[in-house]
């Protein structure tokens, strides 16, 4: 007989678009009140992730918090490494900071023409957001970011800087510059075979220990009247049509379809990136991630949240939650 396999650590994302500060505080505080690990945000277009945790900070929600991801072009390492010092100092805890660099398309509509190398960009802002982080000055001539000075060394609780992680060329660049390795829409299985062998072979090549693996995963409870395409398309119909996501599918082997949503969608919840069902089937989801060598679940509940209110999705965490309460 073998022991039941642990949940990973469990997280939870800020599922909804938030307008104000205000709509920060019940998540923060479910994060403090319940065994979630951290309260962590995509890249919002309406107000910035961080002054949203440090406005629930000074309300005294002062919980870990984590981006995942936020989109490089829209800031320089040196303004980055400055918001994520003062998320640590606010809050008070170690603080997660995930950055991608977006699709060619976003690249192209901020600084004019895309990146020739989004890998050479991400090195370049990780290495200098590391150095100023650890005090020192930074001396970079590089292909996209140019820095000579510093920011000053002071104490503080630990930044880890992740990088978002679809492809094997990026998960190796994780293995050598980054603390997190944060994926999106990836299969377990995928990231068993594909992702973390590249991450291991990129940290054995820079003499450093592999990245912490994040995995975010949309989760719904069965309940009556819901439809989990519907769900999932309220999630995800942005990355079901962007060229790198329908790659990595493809490379994982969920069949995609540009022109009809559903193929991808249907074969994300028979991979498990949708974890629709009773607590039993959620669970056995999430241990799948574990097996997987996934160290800790962002729980996505953006679809729910779209069609619910706020009570109701925050009870609904909770449940999910308890699923890990004992590991």
């Not at 809050?91 to 977006?102: K, L, R």
């Not at 069902?277 to 949240?305: M, S």
Request: proline fraction near 7%; aromatic fraction near 6%.
């Amino acid at each position: 007989m073998t022991d039941t396999p642990s949940l990973p650590h469990l997280s939870v994302l800020l599922p909804t678009l938030a307008r104000h500060p205000q709509e920060f505080l019940p998540f923060m505080s479910l994060v403090q009140q319940t065994t979630a690990r951290r309260l962590w945000t995509g890249q919002p277009l309406l107000m910035d992730a961080c002054q949203g945790f440090a406005y629930g900070a000074g309300k005294g929600f002062r919980v870990p918090v984590g981006t995942a991801v936020a989109l490089a072009p829209t800031r320089h390492p040196f303004e980055a490494a400055l918001q994520a010092r003062g998320l640590a100092m606010t809050t008070g805890h170690t603080v997660e900071m995930g950055f991608g660099p977006g699709d060619p398309v976003f690249q192209r509509g901020l600084l004019g023409r895309p990146w020739r190398s989004p890998l050479t960009a991400m090195r370049e802002f990780i290495v200098v957001c590391r150095e100023l982080l650890a005090g020192g000055p930074v001396k970079l001539r590089g292909e996209y970011y140019t820095l000579l000075g510093r920011q000053g060394a002071t104490r503080h609780p630990r930044v880890r800087l992740g990088l978002g992680v679809l492809r094997p060329a990026m998960a190796r660049l994780a293995g050598e510059v980054a603390d997190t390795a944060i994926t999106w829409l990836t299969p377990p299985a995928y990231i068993a075979g594909t992702l973390r062998p590249a991450m291991l072979a990129g940290a054995e090549r820079a003499g450093r220990p592999a990245p912490r693996v994040v995995a975010a995963v949309h989760v719904a409870l069965d309940r009556d009247g819901r439809d989990p395409l519907d769900l999932l398309y309220r999630t995800s119909a942005g990355h079901l049509r962007a060229a790198h996501y329908l790659d990595m599918l493809d490379r994982a082997g969920v069949p995609t379809d540009r022109d009809d949503w559903r193929i991808a969608a249907k074969g994300l919840i028979e991979a498990g990136v949708f974890l629709y069902g009773d607590p039993g089937t959620l669970a056995a989801g999430l241990r799948g991630y574990a097996e997987a060598g996934v160290d800790e679940v962002i729980l996505n509940l953006h679809g729910a949240a779209t069609t619910q209110g706020v009570q109701e999705t925050l009870d609904e965490l909770r449940a999910v939650l308890e699923l890990g309460a004992v590991r």
